[in-house]
């Protein structure tokens, strides 16, 4: 047992053939053969703002859910390398209210499994297919989160959906919005999650974090962002020591969303 301290429609995009501005790709090591660290940095976006503090308070995310202005996300698809037919699916972006009035937000993040059969040893939002016995997409990523991690869906409160995102193994994802109670203790599901940790909201929306990799792969121009974090933790000693959480591919395109998402400014 781990102890923890503690569907919004896109405007603007019509639904049907999504836009292809831009393309990422997400790895799976498997099918795909990449190790995403290798890949050269083509740049960081330093020249961008960061999220302003007040814009990640709890009210203000409520508040921008419930008002969303039109807007079109960076990221929408992946090259597809997957001949089955698309899956739909959610993941639920957990976003902790940590802090004194819930003031320091963490999001919880996953590392998956060694053995399963897609994005393998990845970082991810608990999430996956939709079963037919859901109420919604929203019930779907509640469920996923339980049964993945524990996470009882009584301390969550679902603010918001972002638009669709198609993974390159054919998984049409929608990520489900969920403000997260403190005090939390959650059970991770050891068949489908190695580890359980959380990153501050703050440095995932900044945009200096931020990076964009592109590299040849089988004579196409693969591109995909990463945001890696270096969180500190006891190992088995004791000691403090540095884990490398290595963010990439889809969940670092829906999190790049997600700052877009908070940086728009509404017209007028």
Known sequence: MIHLLPRIVQQGVPTGELPLRSVINTAVSKPLSIDPRTAPIHRVDHDLPAVPWAQMQPDALRARFAHAPEWTPEVVREPQFSTRAPSEAAVLVPI???????????????????????????????????????????????????????????????????????????????????????????????????????????????????????????????????????????????????????????TAAMLRNLYRFLMIHPAG
């Open 96 to 250: 902790v209210m940590r802090g004194p009035a819930a003031s320091e937000p963490t999001v919880l993040l996953t590392q998956r499994t060694a053995h399963l059969s897609t994005h393998s040893g990845q970082i991810a939002f608990p999430g996956g297919k939709v079963d037919a016995d859901d109420a919604d997409i929203q019930a779907t990523a509640l469920r996923e989160a339980q049964e993945e991690v524990g996470l009882d869906p009584r301390h969550v409160q679902v603010i918001g959906q972002l638009p669709l995102y198609i993974t390159g193994s054919s998984f049409w994802v929608t990520p489900v919005i969920g403000l997260v109670s403190p005090d939390i203790e959650l059970q991770p599901n050891p068949d489908e999650v190695d580890d359980v940790f959380e990153v501050p909201l703050a440095f995932l929306m900044n945009p200096a974090h931020h990076r964009h990799h592109s590299m040849m792969w089988q004579g196409a121009q693969r591109q995909w962002f990463s945001i890696p974090y270096q969180e500190s933790r006891l190992n088995a000693d004791g000691e403090q020591a540095l884990v490398e959480r290595y963010i990439w591919g889809a």
